[in-house]
């Protein structure tokens, strides 16, 4: 199994601790993992230039950051972004990865690779937000198409992973365990979620019957979607 992490702060704080915590969960002798840190992976902010909607993503005048961590995000079975609440969000480094990818959204040119990935998302607060934080990773990848997207937040009532006490880290080992199981059962039977896949009809919908965008419109019509195949199941 092959996973991607991407975690949201170079900080090794609670976040990256039980995003660990989940990875040994998941470790096995063909196990291999990727791990990006932001902003160091990624540390040019998206200009707006619209290169890749418009042209393609090998335009993207920071494709040196962009193109490996989108090569090892498509290679992967399992995904897990990790992002400590910030101001009830992600952080400013995770939003600007995910800026990056909007020419992968479901509305113009999504990969079919990614209808049937697992994802986990991972969050910590001091108090409230999580939420929130989630949501924002998990509208990308719902856009992405990513199949079947899971979540893992907790409010560690502390600043740094030493101080959240004893029974909140028992707490949290006995959770990683159990939505472990849930999550390797979902990778030997992925299938895209329903959310995802009424996403998908309505963006067929919108290419079937508008010319928006002719590089968007042509993609659909070449992966055969505006046909009868689909980024799941059984191809024709």
């Known amino acids: 199994m092959k996973i991607t992490v991407i975690h949201g702060t170079e900080h090794k704080g609670s976040t990256y601790h039980i995003a660990q ?35 393609g993503a090998e335009y993207c005048p920071h494709r040196q950051n962009t193109s490996p961590i989108a090569d090892a995000i498509q290679s992967a079975d399992l995904l897990i972004f990790t992002s400590p609440v910030y101001a009830y969000h992600v952080t400013g480094q995770m939003k600007v990865l995910l800026d990056h990818y909007c020419y ?29 934080t989630h949501k924002d990773i998990k509208d990308s990848l719902i856009f992405w198409g990513v199949g079947n997207i899971f979540t893992y937040g907790k409010a ?50 919108m290419h079937k019957t508008s010319n928006i965008s002719a ?21 024709t």
Not at 114 to 120: G, P, W
Not at 169 to 179: G, V
Not at 221 to 227: F, I, P, V
């Open 21 to 55: 915590a989940f990875l040994k969960e998941f470790e096995t002798e063909s196990t291999s993992v990727t791990e990006f840190f932001l902003p160091k992976d990624m540390p040019a902010f998206c200009c707006g230039c619209f290169s890749c909607i418009l042209k």
């Open 104 to 132: 992968q959204w479901m509305v113009h040119r999504p990969d079919p690779c990614m209808f049937s990935k697992v994802a986990l998302i991972i969050s910590t607060a001091a108090g409230a937000g999580i939420k929130s």
């Open 156 to 205: 560690v009532a502390a600043a740094s992973w030493q101080g959240v006490n004893a029974k909140k880290k028992e707490q949290i080992a006995k959770e990683t365990k159990t939505l472990s199981v849930r999550i390797l059962h979902r990778l030997k039977n992925t299938k895209p979620s329903l959310k995802v896949k009424m996403l998908f009809f309505a963006m067929r919908f």
């Open 215 to 235: 590089i968007d419109k042509d993609y659909w019509q070449r992966m055969g979607w505006l046909n009868e195949k689909r980024p799941w199941g059984k191809k």
